[in-house]
């Protein structure tokens, strides 16, 4: 949340970065992201817009320490990139909130997962302290399946958010939410990291979530995908807790601006659309049904 | 006033988010009429009628020989008094056609293929989930196994028993050998495929909250996994019950072959009260198991239940 203008430190410096993934169905390679160079500077809210499949889940993985570069340099602090940490935790588009974990279970993850300092009444209290800021007091021994997407996401946000890391990752968190939970959601966030202070990398798929959210923009064009334009966002905090964002004299300007620049790549997205649909590339694995064994299996 | 009673009664429907909603209001002391009784035990009411008229059409269809003299199809009430002899003694007192039906010949079988099927489950099923885990955790491990495991499952097994018996010969381990190599697949296979479809999302959560390989498995492959090894265990116990038959049809002995010999030799005596005594005694077990197994799923992951509708 910082002001422009004000001192400002870099805090993960990618620099001429090359990733990608590999299809396995197709064993070959795809590049993602080809000589991104991107700086996030700590305490700021960096959203990045681009259209689907331009490699923004790629980049925000590289930071996740979930994926290598292939070329370049990812730093977060001054040191490179090795693999996940504890000062950097992510909030998932489909929410990977353990199923059979009841709500606080989930929230408690991070703590079982890493080693700490903290006794069992500390975590007891920072899980309760996290479902109360996310709303979801009432709801400490449900399951994953008795709860909304909504409330599903507010699980994911508060696992991430429970150890008050330094970054806070989101890959599309509200992508799959509704309309009115997601503008819900939106400002519970902000209020969020703006009392924690947490540096924050976003991505989403919607121009409205982008200007409401982050200090700067940064539209990302189609695979392989490169930074197109940084775009500051000059309105103050908190603009969620209360009224309507889009009055704001400076919203149809910025909105107008990141349609343009979005719109191109859009377009030009159409035909270099990849199918996203979860392959194990097993091929025996994916002609089971959901009871694999009596498909398959003749009896005697 | 038995209409509005009746319309008053609170539905039995389980709510799938139980957890938000409250206890819906019962009626209290509410009048026992024909209506209630109806709606609450119909289908009690309606599987007693079912079986009455089954057993009785059987009974008129034996006694008047439609289908065939009696050594051929008996009449439900031979067929009740060989299970009374079978299951709790009491000698066959006309001594004609009824030289298998002795004291307790049902109960001692039934004992006998109880036992062979217990310890070959137990092994079929200690044996495939390490194979599973390890096939689907492993890639070197799947890729050595994975011709024999296919090709196996994929092989009615009946055919192995000529091989099998110019190695093993016809004794007991025949039979063990025989149905475990019926019943571990469904195990090894749905196994491997829980290891092997735990979604991907899940695991690279558990990564970015400081996951090491031990603990990916620990906290997450190993629970995803689970709802498949429990319906591989329940196919496996079925296809078990398959085998156990089988193979004591195909084995025979002179006195104690179990159920499945006791059904096959009594068939080929001409005994038909016996045979129907000792089908009867198989599907009241066969249904047991299987009603009993097709809801652990659903208590032990209720999440898979769910996500499935």
Not at chain 1, 237 to 248: D, F, M, Q, V, Y
Request: charged share 20%; net charge neutral; glycine share 8%.
């Amino acid at each position: 949340m910082t002001a422009t203008g004000q001192a400002r430190r870099p805090l993960i410096v990618a620099d001429s970065m090359t990733a990608g993934y590999e299809l396995e169905r197709e064993r070959k390679l795809l590049t993602a992201l080809e000589g991104v160079s991107l700086t996030v500077h700590e305490g700021e809210f960096l959203v990045l817009v681009g259209p689907s499949g331009c490699g923004k889940t790629t980049f925000i993985n590289v930071i996740a320490g979930l994926v290598k570069p292939w070329a370049g340099t990812v730093t977060f602090d001054g040191k490179p990139i090795d693999g996940p940490g504890e000062d950097r935790s992510m909030v998932f588009q489909d929410y990977a909130i353990m199923p059979w974990r009841t709500v606080e279970h989930n929230i408690q993850l991070p703590f079982e997962l890493r080693p700490h300092n903290f006794s069992k009444a500390e975590v007891a209290e920072k899980v309760q302290d996290i479902i109360e800021d996310v709303g979801l007091v009432g709801f400490e021994k449900s399951f994953p399946y008795e709860l909304s997407g909504g409330m599903r996401q507010r699980v994911g946000l508060a696992r991430a958010m429970v150890t008050q890391p330094k970054v806070l990752l989101a890959d599309e968190p509200f992508g799959a939410v509704d309309a009115m939970t997601r503008e819900v959601l939106q400002a519970q966030l902000e209020a969020l990291v703006m009392n924690a202070g947490q540096t924050v990398v976003f991505i989403t798929h919607s121009i409205d979530e982008a200007i409401a959210l982050g200090d700067r923009i940064a539209v990302i064009s189609n695979r392989p995908g490169k930074v197109r334009e940084i775009v500051e966002v000059d309105m103050e905090r908190p603009r969620l807790a209360e009224g309507e964002i889009t009055s704001h004299p400076r919203y149809g300007e910025l909105r107008e601006h990141l349609w343009n620049l979005v719109k191109d790549e859009a377009l030009g997205a159409q035909d270099a659309h990849h199918d996203d649909s979860e392959t194990t590339g097993d091929p025996r694995l994916d002609r089971l049904s959901t009871s694999p064994a009596t498909t398959m299996d003749p009896g005697i | 006033m038995t209409q509005k009673v009746n319309s008053q009664e609170p539905t039995s429907k389980k709510s799938t988010d139980g957890a938000a909603l409250t206890a819906q209001p019962r009626i209290k002391d509410a009048e026992w009429t024909w209506a209630r009784i109806w709606t609450r035990y119909r289908f009690a009411i309606v599987t007693v009628i079912n079986l009455t008229v089954f057993f009785i059409i059987w009974q008129l269809l034996a006694h008047f020989e439609v289908i065939g003299p009696h050594l051929i199809f008996p009449t439900f009430t031979d067929t009740l008094r060989a299970l009374k002899i079978g299951w709790l003694g009491g000698q066959a007192d006309d001594g004609t056609s009824f030289e298998l039906l002795r004291d307790f010949v049902i109960a001692k079988n039934a004992w006998e293929s109880l036992q062979r099927y217990a310890i070959s489950m137990f092994i079929a099923i200690g044996i495939g989930i390490p194979i599973g885990l390890a096939m689907g955790g492993f890639k070197w491990v799947d890729a050595i196994l994975s011709p024999y495991v296919w090709t196996l499952s994929s092989l009615p097994r009946l055919a192995i028993y000529a091989p099998l018996v110019m190695i093993m010969g016809i004794g007991e381990s025949i039979k063990y050998a025989l149905i475990i190599l019926t019943a571990i697949f469904p195990v090894i296979i749905n196994t491997w495929a829980g290891v092997k479809t735990t979604e991907q999302s899940l695991i690279n959560a558990a990564r970015v909250f400081g996951a090491g390989r031990a603990q990916i498995y620990k906290k997450v492959v190993l629970p995803y996994t689970l709802p498949f090894v429990v319906s591989g265990i329940q196919l496996s116990l079925s296809r078990g019950l398959i085998g156990v038959v089988i193979v004591e049809f195909l084995t025979g002995a002179s006195t104690l072959g179990g159920l499945g010999w006791l059904i096959f030799r009594s068939a080929s005596a001409f005994n038909s009260a016996l045979t129907y005594a000792s089908l009867m005694s198989l599907a009241v077990f066969a249904l047991i198991l299987v009603q009993g197994t097709r809801s652990m799923e659903a208590k032990i992951a209720p999440w898979r239940q769910v996500s499935k509708t």
